[in-house]
């Protein structure tokens, strides 16, 4: 009986290729499974291609309320963005394919897991990292970076082989799409100079010119309203990528350090992504205590190095969890939103458990500040570096001392 492997399939032309390679080349019964994260692909179409390919057995899982609710939704408490742009569009779907294909292949007896990542991307790190923290006696496998085929060559791979696959050797754009947004490479898009070219966007594809304010409703962190209308978080994310993408808004052009040291220059779209993460951390300032808002915001950069790293399942990544969770707690009220033609900026913010009190900031009448306090802290306050300045202070210049 030959040995199982589970393969990470998502119908594309690598891991097509590898159902064949695997079977053709380490004698090996492919089962292929396919997690819906929101890509929006035809998974019956995904399940045949697998089969004609040569996998013994095709799975495919629907992961996408998980996603929203057990990815996206720490990414928003966190507001994760790596390298403060990236909103980690990929790296947050792969350790939820991860547990699947874990899972999978206890289920099917299977002693290895494959990837069709190649050797300089980040990807391959997410998959073989997290498979390794959930189930370290699983073997890794990564055909992409043994079989030493190029993309032309995968594509006359799958010709002679009669692959169904889509990819051309004239397509030259790579995609990874899930409900938290799209990642365009490849072509010329490798080039840091060139503009991406307009076919390369279909999320952020202006067609409304009107302004709009939209308001999106929290619970404890977590976005649960669109302008009153209750939803779950998948369809919340669903709804306001398509209003805030209408407007040509949600596009990121940015030169990103990959795990692997190299320089790569990055394209995506994720109106949705940075329309909530916007949204959380403006609430975020009327509603945590000020020493808590400026530790989180400390901790944030690291938390999305981590998942982009692919350290999901690791201690420290638990741990930040733990201090973020609890810092949501009171994480909760309303942010407008105001739309325009490549505009979506925050107009208001309400919470009723704001920590703004109009009597403390205003200047006009009401004023509860108690101004007589002001003298004695702002004395105190400065007393440390008044004592250092009398005694030890540096001349300023061209003051002659």
Same mark, same amino acid.
């Given at each position: 009986?030959?040995e199982r492997?589970?393969?990470?399939?998502? !119908?594309?032309?690598?891991t097509? /290729?590898?159902?064949?390679?695997l079977?053709?080349?380490?004698?090996?019964?492919?089962?292929?499974v396919?997690?819906d994260v929101?890509?929006?692909d035809?998974?019956?179409?995904?399940r045949r291609r697998?089969?004609a390919a040569?996998? /013994?057995?095709?799975?495919?899982?629907?992961a996408?309320?998980?996603?929203?609710?057990?990815?996206?939704?720490?990414?928003i408490a966190?507001?994760?963005?790596y390298?403060?742009?990236?909103?980690?569009v990929?790296?947050?779907?792969?350790p939820?394919?991860?547990?699947?294909l874990v899972?999978?292949a206890?289920?099917h007896?299977a002693?290895?897991?494959?990837?069709?990542?190649?050797?300089?991307?980040n990807?391959?790190v997410r998959f073989?990292?997290g498979?390794?923290?959930l189930a370290?006696?699983?073997?890794?496998?990564?055909?992409a970076?043994?079989?030493g085929?190029?993309?032309?060559?995968?594509?006359?791979y799958?010709?002679?082989h009669?692959?169904?696959?889509e990819?051309?050797?004239?397509?030259?754009?790579?995609i990874?799409?899930?409900l938290?947004?799209?990642?365009?490479?490849?072509?010329?898009?490798?080039?840091?100079? &060139?503009?991406?070219?307009?076919?390369?966007?279909t999320?952020?594809?202006?067609?409304?010119?009107?302004?709009?304010?939209?308001?999106?409703?929290?619970?404890?962190?977590v976005p649960?309203?669109?302008d009153?209308?209750q939803?779950n978080?998948?369809?919340l994310?669903?709804?306001?990528?398509?209003?805030? !993408?209408?407007?040509?808004?949600?596009?990121?052009?940015?030169v990103?350090n990959?795990?692997v040291?190299?320089? &790569?220059?990055?394209?995506?779209?994720?109106?949705?992504a940075?329309?909530l993460?916007?949204a959380?951390?403006?609430?975020?300032?009327?509603?945590?205590?000020?020493?808590?808002?400026?530790?989180k915001?400390?901790i944030e950069?690291?938390?999305a190095?981590?998942?982009?790293d692919?350290?999901?399942f690791?201690?420290?990544k638990?741990?930040?969890?733990?201090?973020?969770?609890?810092?949501?707690?009171?994480?909760?009220?309303?942010?407008?939103?105001?739309?325009?033609p490549g505009?979506?900026?925050?107009?208001g913010?309400?919470?009723? /458990?704001?920590?703004?009190?109009?009597?403390?900031?205003?200047?006009?009448?009401?004023?509860?500040f108690?101004?007589?306090?002001?003298?004695g802290?702002?004395s105190?306050?400065g007393?440390?570096?008044?004592?250092?300045?009398?005694?030890?202070g540096i001349?300023v210049?061209?003051?002659?001392?």
């Open positions: 009986m030959a492997v589970v393969l990470a399939y998502s !119908g594309g032309l690598d097509s /290729v590898a159902v064949k390679w079977g053709e080349n380490m004698e090996m019964d492919v089962i292929a396919a997690v929101g890509q929006g035809d998974f019956d179409s995904i697998a089969l040569g996998a /013994v057995e095709s799975v495919v899982i629907d996408r309320s998980e996603m929203a609710d057990e990815y996206v939704a720490p990414a966190a507001n994760a963005l390298e403060g742009r990236y909103p980690l990929s790296a947050l779907s792969r939820v394919i991860v547990r699947h899972a999978e206890r289920r007896g002693g290895s897991v494959a990837h069709g990542c190649t050797g300089k991307g990807d391959q073989e990292v498979i390794r923290s370290p006696e699983l073997d890794i496998l990564a055909p970076r043994v079989w085929m190029t993309r032309e060559d995968c594509v006359d799958a010709a002679k009669s692959i169904e696959v990819a051309t050797k004239e397509k030259v754009f790579s990874d799409e899930n938290w947004g799209r990642a365009i490479e490849c072509g010329e898009i490798e080039d840091p100079w &060139s503009s991406p070219p307009p076919e390369a966007y999320l952020t594809r202006q067609s409304r010119n009107e302004p709009l304010e939209v308001v999106i409703g929290f619970e404890s962190g649960v309203s669109i009153g209308r939803m978080l998948a369809q994310i669903g709804e306001i990528g398509a209003v805030v !993408g209408s407007y040509g808004w949600g596009r990121i052009d940015m990103e990959r795990r040291g190299i320089k &790569s220059r990055e394209t995506y779209e994720c109106p949705a940075l329309a993460i916007m959380h951390q403006d609430l975020e300032s009327l509603t945590l205590e000020r020493d808590l808002a400026h530790f915001t400390l950069g690291r938390w190095e981590l998942v982009y692919g350290m999901w690791s201690p420290l638990q741990a930040l969890d733990a201090f973020i969770s609890t810092s949501q707690a009171h994480v909760s009220g309303e942010v407008r939103l105001a739309l325009a505009v979506c900026q925050v107009s913010r309400r919470s009723p /458990v704001g920590l703004y009190d109009h009597g403390l900031a205003t200047y006009d009448e009401g004023d509860t108690s101004h007589a306090d002001s003298a802290f702002v105190l306050f007393l440390s570096v008044s004592t250092w300045a009398a005694r030890q001349a210049p061209g003051s002659g001392q």
